[in-house]
């Protein structure tokens, strides 16, 4: 169903008029009236207020779970492109708080976040922290692997459960990565060495790329300014970007696929990264 269609559908199922519907929008029935023939599309600004007037999602109202026109995607990505360069993408992420999709929501929050202590305010970030919801006391994607098994699709829980481990080891060496800061700032060098020597063996462990091993020493001796150290795991570092990593040779990850190689100057990008302050384990290369 196209906007048009979906917008007087909902209008007459809540026994609205055109008159009234613009009434509650502050625009003209005219304008009303342009939308339902589809010459004439709502302001983006006025797409939330729409949704919950008409009691659906903004997935629905525009209809995202069917194919839009070349028209409806060049007229929304216009306004979306136009509302950008006008407000800023912060404001985008402001009015996707106001989603009736949860996920949105929290991913908009964590993008508001990000920006908030990037400026220093960081009241403002600990307030949307605060409003996120905690971890699920279950865990979906391990009840999703268990059922799998049980329906006999090995392949698939084996591939499920291979991912699973990925994020979780990436989320392991964050969480290390975040130690070893807090180690350092409180001039517990002996600490964060040994943070980072627990960091190469869990690389080593679960059979990551051989340049992972590397980034927790040499992020370690940049910040402390051990020079030596660090031109010394830089030229390790550099050799290991000319080796792929054939990640389904471990027994770990035979299900995933192995991704094409990436040339050395792509690879190379990877250590960009380090310096400019990402520590992550880069496990997943596209």
């Keep these: 169903m196209k906007i048009n269609e979906m917008?007087?559908?909902?209008?007459?199922?809540?026994?609205l008029t055109q008159e009234?519907?613009?009434?509650?929008?502050?625009?003209t029935a005219p304008a009303v009236n342009k939308w339902e023939k589809g010459t004439s599309?709502?302001?983006?600004?006025?797409l939330p207020a729409l949704a919950r007037l008409l009691d659906t999602d903004l997935n629905t109202l525009l209809s995202f779970q069917?194919?839009?026109s070349d028209r409806e995607i060049?007229?929304?990505?216009?306004e979306l492109s136009e509302l950008s360069e006008k407000e800023g993408v912060e404001t985008l992420y402001v009015r996707a708080l106001d989603s009736s999709d949860s996920?949105?929501?929290n991913q908009a929050k964590a993008m508001l976040i990000s920006r908030y202590m990037g400026r220093k305010e960081y009241e403002r970030a600990q307030e949307l922290l605060?409003?996120?919801?905690?971890q699920d006391f279950f865990d979906k994607k391990q009840i999703q692997v268990n059922l799998l098994i049980e329906l006999g699709k090995l392949g698939e829980a084996a591939k499920a459960a291979e991912e699973k481990l990925l994020s979780a080891t990436n989320e392991i060496h964050a969480t290390l990565m975040s130690l070893m800061e807090i180690a350092i700032k409180e001039d517990r060098i002996d600490d964060a060495e040994y943070i980072a020597n627990v960091s190469k063996k869990g690389a080593d462990l679960f059979d990551l790329w051989e340049y992972?091993?590397?980034?927790?020493?040499?992020?370690?001796?940049l910040v402390t300014k051990q020079r030596k150290k660090v031109l010394k795991i830089l030229v390790s570092m550099l050799k290991s970007l000319t080796h792929k990593w054939e990640i389904n040779q471990s027994p770990l990850y035979r299900h995933i696929k192995t991704k094409k190689e990436a040339s050395y100057e792509e690879n190379l990008s990877c250590v960009n990264l380090i310096f400019a302050g990402n520590g992550g384990w880069v496990w997943k290369r596209d």
């Design 7 to 15: 917008i007087r559908e909902r209008r007459i199922a809540k026994k």
């Design 20 to 27: 009234q519907m613009a009434g509650y929008l502050g625009v």
């Design 41 to 46: 599309y709502p302001d983006i600004t006025l």
């Design 66 to 68: 069917e194919d839009l």
């Design 74 to 78: 060049a007229l929304f990505l216009n």
């Design 103 to 105: 996920a949105i929501q």
């Design 130 to 134: 605060n409003s996120l919801p905690e």
């Design 212 to 221: 992972n091993s590397y980034v927790a020493h040499f992020q370690l001796y």
